[in-house]
C-alpha cells in the first residue's frame, strides 16, 4: 500500500511540478506587467505636467502619445496642437545644441507634425542630431543613405553612420549591422562579426525591458 502510494506520487510529481512552476511563472509575470504599466502611467502623467508647463519635449512626446492613442484614445486634432505647440522652443533647444529637440524636430518636417512637410528641414535637423551624436538620429541618417529619401543613395556614408549608430548602442542599427556582416552587405562576410553585433543587439534589448521596471521611459 505505501508503495503504491509513493508510485502515484513520483509519477505525478513532474506535472504537480510544471503546474507549479506554471503558476510561478503567469504570476511573475502578471507582477512585471503591472510594473510597467504603472511606470507608464506614471511617465504620462509627467509628461502631462511638464507639457502643460510649457516644456517642449514633453509637449512633442504628448503629441505623440495623443497621435498613437498609447494609453489614450487617438486625439490627431489634439495631438497635432501639441505638435504646434513645441515647434517654437524646439527649436530654440536644438539652435543651442539640444540633439534630442533636433531630432523632434527631425520628425516634425519629416511627417508634417504641426508644421508642413519639408524635407530640407528634416534632413538639416537629421544631420545636427546625428553629428551631436544621438545613436537613434545616426540610424536614422544612415538608412535615408541607404534608401535614398532625403537624400542621394550613399552606400560608404550608410556603413559610416550604421557604424556610428551601432557603437552608440542603437539596438537597431546593432542588428542591422550584424545583418550586414552576415550577408556580406557593404562589409566582407564574417559570421564572427555578426554574432558579435547581434548579442549586443540581444543585450541591449534585454537591457532595455528591465530598465523600464525601474524607471519610466523618457526620464
Known amino acids: ?61 504628448l503629441g505623440r502619445i495623443y497621435q498613437k492613442g498609447d494609453g489614450v484614445e487617438k486625439d ?21 545644441g539640444d540633439r534630442d529637440a533636433a531630432f523632434y524636430l527631425y520628425d516634425c518636417f519629416h511627417q508634417g507634425l504641426g508644421v508642413e512637410k519639408d524635407d530640407a528641414e528634416a534632413l538639416h535637423w537629421l544631420q545636427r542630431a546625428a553629428a551631436g551624436g544621438k545613436p537613434d538620429a545616426m540610424f536614422a541618417l544612415a538608412l535615408e543613405y541607404r534608401e535614398g529619401g532625403l537624400v542621394e543613395k550613399n552606400e560608404d556614408l550608410f556603413m559610416h ?21 552576415e550577408h556580406g552587405n557593404g562589409v566582407s562576410r564574417n559570421l564572427d562579426l555578426a554574432q558579435e553585433w547581434y548579442d549586443r543587439a540581444a543585450e541591449k534589448k534585454d537591457s532595455a525591458e528591465e530598465d523600464g521596471l525601474e524607471r519610466a521611459p523618457g526620464k
Not at 21 to 39: E, T
Not at 44 to 51: F, S
Not at 78 to 95: I, N, S, T, V, Y
Open 76 to 96: 490627431p486634432a489634439r495631438a497635432e496642437e501639441w505638435f504646434h505647440k513645441a515647434l517654437p522652443g524646439l527649436k530654440q533647444e536644438a539652435e543651442a
Open 161 to 181: 553612420w550604421l557604424r556610428k549608430a551601432a557603437q552608440g548602442d542603437d539596438k537597431d542599427a546593432q542588428y542591422l549591422l550584424g545583418a550586414c556582416y
Open 1 to 61: 500500500m505505501h508503495t503504491d502510494w509513493l508510485n502515484d506520487f513520483l509519477e505525478w510529481a513532474p506535472i504537480l511540478l510544471m503546474i507549479l512552476v506554471a503558476g510561478v511563472f503567469l504570476a511573475a509575470l502578471k507582477w512585471r506587467s503591472g510594473r510597467l504599466k504603472k511606470s507608464m502611467e506614471e511617465w504620462k502623467r509627467k509628461m502631462v505636467r511638464e507639457a502643460e508647463a510649457g516644456h517642449p519635449s514633453a509637449q512633442f512626446q
